[in-house]
């Protein structure tokens, strides 16, 4: 397994204070496409670049606008960059994207399903196509009080995907918790419910528990996301495991609408996060 950890100022630090740490590569972008690019210069100067054009304008596989689902010139670029193995992309399923089931969004409605499945399918085959790449499926994290639908986060819903588009499987398992939490059930069924037969990367990173109720937050990772890392571990054997601390600011916007301090790019904290993971790999 190789280890790749998100691009941020504290890890160029890092690697500064020790160019022989065993980081395999560096996932961009952490910021927004085009100004991301920056990213990509100079983390080419440390190590692999893997990309996750996850992002609107790039790869956005159920945006209703064709401009904004899939960007083939931008990801040319990624590609030509950073020469991938594979390109991934959310799995999201936004309620902007399909306002006419509205009502919908917490139902397992069948003609909610075909119609998403239609456009996804046909942007994965779009993306494969173009590129001639393998494309990985990530799974979005649903909240009941978020504005996507909660099909998409469903696990029978995600393995049908990767399995008729014939998709790799990327597993975020922050998403997975908030997921399951919000469905009702143990994550660790939840998790035994995904692809994991198809999977190639896992994400790693913290949440918290909020007013709202859980959330992912790409915070620290505690006890029971390195219990959760291992169960997946005797499940299956990803080809990449991503630290998703680091990169973005230390600030979250709250569901009212309000920015409140939170720390997500502290060098103490990313240390111990890679020394932890890298120990469990090497295990295997």
């Given at each position: ?57 790039v ?70 196509e ?29 393995a ?34 995904l ?23 790409h ?26 601390y ?39």
């Open positions: 397994m190789k280890l790749a950890v998100n691009y941020s100022d504290t890890l160029i630090d890092l690697l500064n204070e020790n160019p022989e740490l065993p980081v395999d590569f560096i996932k961009v972008p952490t910021k927004p496409f085009p100004d991301s690019f920056s990213q990509f210069d100079k983390g080419l100067s440390y190590r692999r670049l893997l990309p996750h054009p996850a992002q609107p304008g790869i956005s596989l159920g945006h209703p606008s064709s401009e904004e689902r899939y960007n083939r010139e931008i990801v040319a670029k990624i590609i030509d960059l950073t020469n991938p193995a594979y390109l991934s992309t959310h799995l999201e399923a936004k309620l902007d994207f399909f306002p006419s089931f509205e009502r919908e969004q917490h139902q397992f409605h069948p003609g909610l399903k075909k119609t998403l499945s239609c456009r996804f399918l046909e942007s994965i085959k779009l993306v494969k173009t590129t001639g790449l393998p494309l990985a499926l990530e799974n979005f994290p649903y909240y009941s009080w978020w504005r996507h639908f909660k099909i998409g986060s469903d696990p029978a819903f995600i049908e995907l990767c399995e008729v588009g014939d998709c790799h499987f990327l597993l975020d398992i922050a998403h997975a918790r908030c997921s399951a939490w919000y469905f009702g059930i143990p994550v660790e069924q939840y998790l035994e419910m692809p994991l037969q198809r999977l190639v990367e896992i994400h790693l990173a913290g949440v918290d528990y909020r007013a709202e109720g859980i959330r992912d937050t915070t620290k990772l505690t006890d029971e996301d390195y219990q959760l890392f291992n169960f997946v571990l005797e499940k299956t054997k990803p080809e990449i495991v991503t630290i998703e680091g990169g973005l600011p230390d600030w979250i916007l709250n569901q009212g609408g309000s920015y409140e301090p939170i720390r997500r790019n502290d060098a103490l904290e990313l240390k111990e996060i890679i020394g932890q993971i890298l120990t469990m790999i090497n295990d295997e």
